[in-house]
């Protein structure tokens, strides 16, 4: 019989998301006519901007003729668009980051599992805890740690704790780790890193020779202007880090699905014969094996988030979401909660009241108010008292489940 990788078997995700949806159908099936709001999940709701449609129609016309048409396209992605990207969003702030030194894909999800293949097995590898739980299933499944304990923390990995105590930045490690995954705005919490911080980061790996995974999915949310969006906006950065970019959230790509990952040229490891290897060359011999390019129509549509049209009309996408948290934060607050994030970001972190539980405030919105969040231990024990709400809605559902709060719930 064929043997299966037993790392799957230590899994103890998939159930997040799963005991969320099980809960709220088991409450609707109770209560059928309760208008049940969810802002919980973290996917847009907007359609699609209109030069990226446009694009992708002008595309699909091009596949139409034999002159135009197009098969297979480069692995890294169409030059057009990397050139796009690189002046755009890295050259335009300092950040010298040549077009051959970015990879379009399908997510960045996909990237920050996929990433684990040009590393080795005996990494120390720290993540934040609340954290995305994609890093953190990925070296499971990889076979990076052992068992998940009680709490859900795997053996093997770096926890660094975060909540309202540290500002809801993680502090350096205080040992020697190998791979650092940060991602700023964050999600869940919806916090943002400072130059400074970064900085402090940046001088850890170049110390301790560590590659830090900078994932940047939410950085077209960042409003404040002394905030970095790339990690490359910090000196020596290109010799310490990797950077994750997506179009799901800022152009509402999720089901359309086009990302890039940066990997500077200058960006080395260590293979065990001690020599040192340009990471750059791995990920690109990766990519040419086992990935056969984004769709050529889906590049055009990414493209076009650059244009003047585009780039006014994800303007406009993203300051609707940046409304929606605002309203959030600011009623919550009105009902006596504590919230964090939700400034620079598409989410916001509420500490649970009166010493509730993650999930016992998580039944409490659901049961008394009927709205739907997620709870904050499912990012991770340190998560526990938190909750996330997401802004990802339309205006008229965050009005209405904002109402519901203020009127029935009262914190003060
Ligand atoms: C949504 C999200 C992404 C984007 O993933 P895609 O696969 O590009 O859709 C990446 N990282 C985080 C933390 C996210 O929340």
Redesign the pocket.
Same mark, same amino acid.
């Given at each position: 019989m064929a043997r299966i990788n037993d790392n799957y078997l230590k899994l103890k995700a998939g159930y997040l998301f799963p005991e969320i949806a099980r809960r709220v159908n088991a409450f609707a099936q109770e209560n059928p006519d309760a208008n049940i709001i969810k802002l919980g999940i #973290?996917d847009v709701t907007e359609p699609l901007p209109q030069a990226c449609r446009d694009a992708m129609t002008n595309a699909i016309a091009d596949m139409a003729d034999r002159s135009s048409f197009k098969g297979y396209g480069p692995e890294q992605g169409y030059l057009w668009l990397r050139e796009k990207i690189a002046v755009n969003d890295f050259q335009s702030r300092g950040c010298a980051i040549s077009p051959d030194e970015i990879f379009i894909s %399908? #997510? &960045? /999800?996909?990237d920050?599992g996929n990433i684990l293949d040009i590393f080795g097995k005996d990494n120390k590898i720290a993540v934040t805890d609340p954290v $995305?739980p994609?890093y953190v299933d990925t070296n499971v499944m990889a076979g990076h740690t052992g068992e998940a304990n009680d709490k859900g923390e795997y053996e093997g990995l770096v926890y660094l704790p975060i909540s309202a105590n540290n500002d809801l930045t993680a502090q350096l490690p205080t040992e020697s780790v190998d791979l650092i995954y940060l991602?700023f705005p964050n999600?869940p919490t919806g916090a943002t890193a400072t130059k400074e911080y970064l900085e402090s980061w940046v001088n850890y790996a170049q110390k301790n020779d560590a590659i830090i995974l900078f %994932?940047a999915? $939410?950085e077209a949310f960042i409003t404040d202007t002394s905030l970095p969006h790339s990690i490359y906006e910090i000196e020596g950065a290109r010799e310490c880090a990797i950077e @994750?970019r &997506?179009? &799901? /959230?800022n152009a509402g @790509?999720?089901g359309t699905?086009c990302?890039l990952t940066v990997v500077p040229k200058t960006l080395k490891g260590k293979a065990s014969d001690g020599s040192e290897v340009e990471l750059w060359k791995l990920w690109n011999r990766r990519q040419s094996t086992k990935f056969n390019g984004v769709s050529y129509i889906v590049q055009r549509g990414a493209e076009a988030v650059y244009s003047d049209a585009g780039k006014a009309q994800i303007n406009e996408l993203v300051s609707f979401y940046l409304e929606n948290a605002q309203i959030i934060r600011e009623e919550l607050t009105k009902a006596g909660l504590t919230v964090y994030g939700g400034v620079n970001a598409p989410y916001v972190w509420v500490k649970t009241p009166e010493g509730l539980s993650s999930w016992d405030f998580f039944d409490k919105l659901l049961h008394h108010v009927n709205i739907v969040g997620t709870p904050g231990s499912g990012f991770g024990a340190a998560g526990e008292g938190y909750f996330r709400l997401s802004a990802f809605n339309s205006r008229d559902n965050v009005i209405e489940a904002m109402k519901r709060i203020t009127t029935n719930m009262n914190f003060n």
């Open positions: #973290g %399908d #997510g &960045s /999800k996909c920050c $995305y994609v991602c999600n %994932d999915a $939410y @994750f &997506s179009f &799901s /959230k @790509f999720t699905r990302a």
